[in-house]
């Protein structure tokens, strides 16, 4: 009796993630991937809410360093498809992990053939390029720990030490053939280079309006525009406090106990929505052996 509303949801977080009129579908899941099957990226960058809160908490760390925001401002169409910015990212990491090598392989030299014609000035008149190795470092340590708290947070509270420093180990191969240097392979690691960034990061009004775009992200649905937002909330909240802090504007929002509670509520639906689907090799793939607390 269920069916027909584990469908629907199916062909809602399918809508979200593939543009039909471009041809866009589902990315397969393959043995033959640049990830092993059985590693902990397979696991971590799976499942489809905690991705989405992990995605919006990097762009919203990300962003906090100018030349990052700079590449963004000035070379992005963010202002009028946010939308496809977000699924384009999703793409990127469902292909380079659970598609054939060869396409990963492709996507990761596609976006290095973009960076490499990418740069200009800073409003303080410093020049910076897209392809700088420290840049590319900051954009991969801050999404890479933000899936993963994400993950941590609402699927696998008790995720062991060990399998944490594994995902950044095995994530460092994409920020390698991206040119990122350096390139922490454990979550110690991960943190030290964080803060090693943190005096050259800022909040201005420019970090403001691509926050804020973010942040009010529709994609459509009423249903699905409420657990988008439920999703942005749970991505600022991910943030550590330093950083929610320089997004301050942003940050009022409803009170933590509930969005966390919405945000769980959300992974759950979609999970049961994908434990029956009839074809568990997409991506978002199938789900029922993913924690449930």
């Keep these: 009796m269920f069916d027909p509303a584990r469908a629907l949801i199916r062909r809602r977080i399918t809508e979200v993630f593939n543009d039909a009129e471009k041809g866009e579908r589902p990315v397969l899941r393959r043995a033959d991937a640049l990830f092993p099957v059985d590693g902990v990226a397979w696991r971590v960058n799976?499942?489809?809410?905690?991705?989405?809160?992990?995605?919006?908490?990097?762009?919203?760390?990300?962003?906090?360093?100018?030349?990052?925001?700079?590449?963004?401002?000035?070379?992005?169409?963010?202002?009028?498809?946010?939308?496809?910015?977000?699924?384009?990212?999703?793409?990127?990491?469902a292909r380079t992990t659970y598609d054939h090598a060869d396409a990963g392989r492709a996507a990761l030299d596609r976006v290095n053939r973009i960076h490499a014609k990418l740069g200009g000035t800073l409003p303080d008149g410093?020049?910076?390029?897209?392809?700088?190795?420290?840049?590319?470092?900051?954009?991969?340590?801050?999404?890479?720990?933000?899936?993963?708290?994400?993950?941590?947070?609402?699927?696998?509270?008790?995720?062991?030490?060990?399998?944490q420093d594994a995902y950044f180990d095995e994530m460092a191969c994409i920020g390698q053939a991206l040119g990122a240097d350096p390139l922490p392979r454990?979550?110690?690691?991960?943190?030290?280079?964080?803060?090693?960034?943190?005096?050259?990061?800022?909040?201005?009004?420019?970090?403001?309006?691509v926050a804020a775009l973010v942040m009010s992200q529709t994609v459509g649905a009423p249903a699905?525009?409420?657990?988008?937002?439920?999703?942005?909330?749970?991505?600022?909240?991910?943030?550590?406090?330093?950083?929610?802090?320089?997004h301050a504007p942003h940050s009022a929002g409803m009170p933590r106990p509930l969005m966390?509670?919405?945000?769980?509520?959300?992974?759950?639906?979609?999970?049961?929505?994908?434990?029956?689907?009839?074809?568990?090799?997409v991506w978002p793939p199938d789900v029922t052996a993913f924690p449930t607390r």
């Excluded at 990052?68 to 990212?89: E, I, K, N, P």
């Excluded at 999404?143 to 060990?162: G, H, K, V």
């Design 186 to 209: 454990t979550r110690a690691a991960a943190e030290a280079v964080i803060q090693s960034f943190r005096p050259q990061l800022r909040a201005d009004a420019r970090t403001h309006e």
């Design 46 to 93: 799976g499942d489809v809410v905690t991705m989405m809160i992990g995605g919006v908490s990097g762009l919203l760390l990300q962003m906090l360093h100018p030349a990052v925001l700079a590449g963004v401002w000035d070379h992005s169409d963010f202002r009028t498809d946010m939308h496809g910015r977000l699924r384009r990212t999703a793409k990127f990491i």
């Design 224 to 246: 699905v525009d409420m657990a988008a937002g439920v999703i942005m909330q749970a991505g600022l909240d991910l943030l550590p406090d330093w950083a929610r802090a320089l």
């Design 126 to 163: 410093t020049a910076y390029q897209v392809s700088a190795p420290s840049l590319l470092a900051w954009v991969h340590v801050t999404e890479t720990i933000s899936f993963l708290d994400a993950w941590i947070r609402y699927a696998e509270p008790e995720m062991p030490m060990a399998e």
């Design 260 to 281: 966390r509670a919405g945000a769980r509520a959300t992974a759950r639906l979609i999970r049961w929505a994908f434990q029956r689907s009839p074809n568990r090799t």
